[in-house]
C-alpha cells in the first residue's frame, strides 16, 4: 500500500509529503495522524532543523476528505485534525511550504503556521467552510485577520471564494510565486538554507515572532467547539447532503436559530 504521508529526513530537513494525488491529497485520519505524530517528534529530534509541507501531483492539499470525514465527524479536541492544528500552533521548528494546485480549506489554513510559503502561479486558494454550514479552523479567524486585515479576512471567510497565488502573496499568506518547475527546488533550498542556521536561535527568533501562541491556541480551541456544535446543524447537513448529491446546497428554509 502507497504511503499517503512520504516523510524523508536529510540535511536536516524533515520533508512531509501528502501523496494522495488521485483524491487532490485531500486528507484522512491516519494522514493527519501521521503529519502530527512527525511534527510532535520533530520538536524533540535535534537533527531536525526544519519542516517542509510539500503535495504530489500538482497540488497541495483540496483539504479534508469528506467522506472520512462524514463517517467520524472531529466532535472534539482529540480528533486526529485537531491532534494536527495544535501541533502545528505549538511547534518551535521553523516551517516551510511548497504549494502547487489546489489549497483548500486546511491547506490554506495550515499555511498560517508556515513561517515561509512558496506557491505556484496556478496555485489556487480557498476557505469554503461558510459554505459547509461550518466554522473556520486552525485558529483562521484569529491568524487572517491579523495579516490581511480584518475587511480582508472577513470577505474571505464569509464568501468562500477562491483567490489565486498573487493574491495571497498580497495579503501575506505566501512569501513567492515562483513557475511549477521551480517549486520543489526553491522551497528545498530555502528550507536547507535556514537548516544551516544557529538552531536554537532560529527556534527562538520563531517563538517570539509567534508570542501569542496561546492566544492562537486559546482560538483553536474555541474555534473546535464552535465547529463541533456546527456539524449537527441543519446547515451543515444540508450542505453534506447536497455534497453527496451533487447538487448546489439550499439553505433558504433554514433559519437562524436552527
Same mark, same amino acid.
Given at each position: 500500500? @502507497?504511503? #499517503? &504521508?512520504? &516523510?524523508?529526513?536529510?540535511?536536516?530537513?524533515?520533508?512531509?509529503?501528502?501523496?494522495?494525488?488521485?483524491?487532490?491529497?485531500?486528507?484522512?485520519?491516519?494522514?493527519?495522524?501521521?503529519?502530527? $505524530?512527525?511534527?510532535?517528534?520533530?520538536?524533540?529530534?535535534?537533527?531536525?532543523?526544519? &519542516?517542509?509541507? !510539500?503535495g504530489t501531483g500538482g497540488c497541495f492539499?483540496?483539504?479534508?476528505?469528506?467522506?472520512?470525514?462524514?463517517?467520524?465527524?472531529?466532535?472534539?479536541?482529540?480528533?486526529?485534525?485537531?491532534?494536527? @492544528?495544535?501541533? #502545528?500552533?505549538?511547534?518551535?521548528?521553523?516551517?516551510?511550504?511548497?504549494?502547487?494546485?489546489?489549497?483548500?480549506?486546511?491547506?490554506?489554513?495550515?499555511?498560517?503556521?508556515?513561517?515561509?510559503? $512558496?506557491?505556484?502561479?496556478?496555485?489556487?486558494?480557498?476557505?469554503?467552510? @461558510?459554505n459547509l454550514g461550518l466554522l473556520p479552523?486552525?485558529?483562521?479567524? $484569529? #491568524?487572517?485577520?491579523?495579516?490581511?486585515?480584518?475587511?480582508?479576512?472577513? %470577505?474571505?471567510?464569509?464568501?468562500?471564494?477562491?483567490?489565486?497565488?498573487?493574491?495571497?502573496?498580497? #495579503?501575506? @499568506?505566501?512569501?513567492?510565486?515562483?513557475?511549477?518547475?521551480? /517549486?520543489?527546488?526553491?522551497? /528545498?533550498?530555502?528550507? +536547507?538554507? =535556514?537548516?544551516?542556521?544557529?538552531?536554537?536561535? /532560529?527556534?527562538? &527568533?520563531? *517563538? /517570539? =515572532?509567534?508570542?501569542?501562541?496561546?492566544?492562537? %491556541?486559546?482560538?483553536?480551541?474555541?474555534e473546535i467547539l464552535e465547529f463541533s456544535? +456546527?456539524?449537527?446543524?441543519?446547515?451543515?447537513?444540508?450542505?453534506?447532503?447536497?455534497?453527496? !448529491?451533487? +447538487?448546489?446546497?439550499?439553505? *433558504?428554509?433554514?433559519?437562524?436559530?436552527?
Amino acid at each position: 500500500m @502507497i504511503d #499517503l &504521508i512520504i &516523510i524523508e529526513k536529510d540535511a536536516g530537513v524533515l520533508r512531509l509529503r501528502m501523496n494522495r494525488a488521485d483524491k487532490k491529497n485531500a486528507l484522512t485520519r491516519d494522514m493527519y495522524t501521521a503529519m502530527a $505524530y512527525a511534527i510532535e517528534t520533530a520538536e524533540q529530534d535535534s537533527e531536525v532543523r526544519v &519542516i517542509l509541507f !510539500e503535495g504530489t501531483g500538482g497540488c497541495f492539499s483540496a483539504g479534508n476528505d469528506l467522506k472520512d470525514f462524514q463517517e467520524q465527524p472531529p466532535r472534539d479536541k482529540a480528533a486526529p485534525v485537531y491532534r494536527f @492544528i495544535t501541533a #502545528l500552533a505549538r511547534s518551535t521548528v521553523p516551517m516551510v511550504a511548497a504549494v502547487d494546485g489546489v489549497a483548500v480549506g486546511i491547506g490554506t489554513t495550515m499555511l498560517l503556521h508556515c513561517d515561509l510559503v $512558496y506557491a505556484t502561479d496556478r496555485a489556487r486558494f480557498q476557505l469554503p467552510f @461558510i459554505n459547509l454550514g461550518l466554522l473556520p479552523e486552525a485558529g483562521s479567524t $484569529y #491568524l487572517l485577520p491579523k495579516l490581511a486585515g480584518t475587511a480582508r479576512a472577513s %470577505e474571505l471567510l464569509m464568501t468562500g471564494r477562491p483567490f489565486k497565488a498573487p493574491e495571497a502573496k498580497e #495579503l501575506g @499568506i505566501i512569501n513567492w510565486v515562483c513557475a511549477p518547475e521551480e /517549486l520543489t527546488d526553491s522551497a /528545498l533550498q530555502s528550507a +536547507r538554507e =535556514l537548516a544551516e542556521k544557529p538552531p536554537q536561535t /532560529l527556534r527562538q &527568533i520563531k *517563538s /517570539l =515572532l509567534k508570542s501569542d501562541s496561546g492566544k492562537v %491556541e486559546d482560538r483553536i480551541q474555541w474555534e473546535i467547539l464552535e465547529f463541533s456544535e +456546527r456539524l449537527g446543524s441543519a446547515e451543515c447537513k444540508e450542505a453534506l447532503q447536497a455534497f453527496q !448529491e451533487k +447538487r448546489k446546497p439550499d439553505f *433558504s428554509k433554514i433559519t437562524a436559530s436552527q
